[in-house]
């Protein structure tokens, strides 16, 4: 199928990066390029946009799309917890400016086959680089009830995780689950129906806890963040869109840290710790899609902005 992806806070975005012509650009979730052509769009011949993305999908829909700014364009598959050493590779030090567009894109939720949805029966996958070999179902079928409870309880902040869990493990001992439709069902009777009447869809948070889990998104993000602040040159700017609060959170608090990360002692009339400041952000709050954007492109509504500006200390 075709890869379809609706760029979110597109203009914001692009604002936020406050774009240089003959600037170094990343974008480390390239998707369809969506945000990536507007970048393209902006920069001269001497400046350079570096593309990154684990789905294969991802870097065929992108390359056809971007093939007019083809002489300042690199992209790269790989995941953007690489980043710095795919930009150092490249013979590039800094960069001007970085892009994440964090989740699931609408490509992967609708292309059936992928697995990442819970709306049709399709095979238990949700893998964003089809290079792993761990799927959704070893999840499903290979964690212990304690530990499925755990993610669905962190990460799809379910209140019935422990019911869920349950429920899963007990269906698993008759026979491995192996399709979306399995685990949809099985979800569905471990939610009371008054509740599925009123609460969206009752697989929703499940399928989003276990996709967080299988590609290590939070991990990932965490651990990635303040090596790609150190990649910003001088001005650079770094953007990431979040659609989960526990996304925007990481990203909330270490962007803080960066600004501020000295450890001294409220009372201390000096700083002695020597923990320097790496910038500043941008956003105080997280810049939000507008009524418009939400009505035209419903999966808008959670999405949340946030930008750090990288300076260096005098």
Known sequence: ????????????????????????????????????????????????FIGIDQ??????????????YEDRVTIIRSNYCYMANEVHNLGIQKVNG????LGVSSYQLDNEERGF???????????????QS????????????RELYRIIRDYGEDKFAKNIAKHIVAARQQAPLRTTGELTEIIR?????????????????????????LNRELDVLRESLDGMIDLLDDGGRICIITFHSLEDRIVKTIFRKNENPCTCPSDFPVCVCGKKS???????????PGTAEQEENPRSKSAKLRIFERRFSD
Not at 118 to 131: E, F, S, T
Not at 278 to 288: F, M
């Open 98 to 101: 970085i892009v994440l567009d």
């Open 189 to 213: 009777q471990s939610i009371p129906m008054k509740i599925q009447a009123t609460g969206g869809h009752p697989a929703k948070r499940t399928f989003q806890a276990i996709r967080i889990e």
């Open 117 to 131: 949805t819970y709306r049709v029966d399709a095979p238990l996958d949700m893998r964003m680089d089809q290079r």
């Open 134 to 145: 761990r799927t959704a179902a070893d999840i499903v079928n290979g964690y212990e009830e």
């Open 55 to 68: 789905d294969q999908d991802a870097i065929v829909a992108a390359s056809e799309r971007l093939a007019a």
């Open 278 to 288: 790496k910038g500043k952000v941008i956003t105080r709050k997280p810049i939000l």
């Open 1 to 48: 199928m075709e890869f379809k992806h609706k760029s979110v806070l597109l203009e914001e975005t692009i604002d936020g990066l406050n774009i240089k012509p003959e600037g170094i650009y990343v974008d480390g979730t390239l998707g369809g390029a969506g945000h990536a052509s507007e970048v393209c769009r902006r920069l001269s011949a001497k400046g350079r």
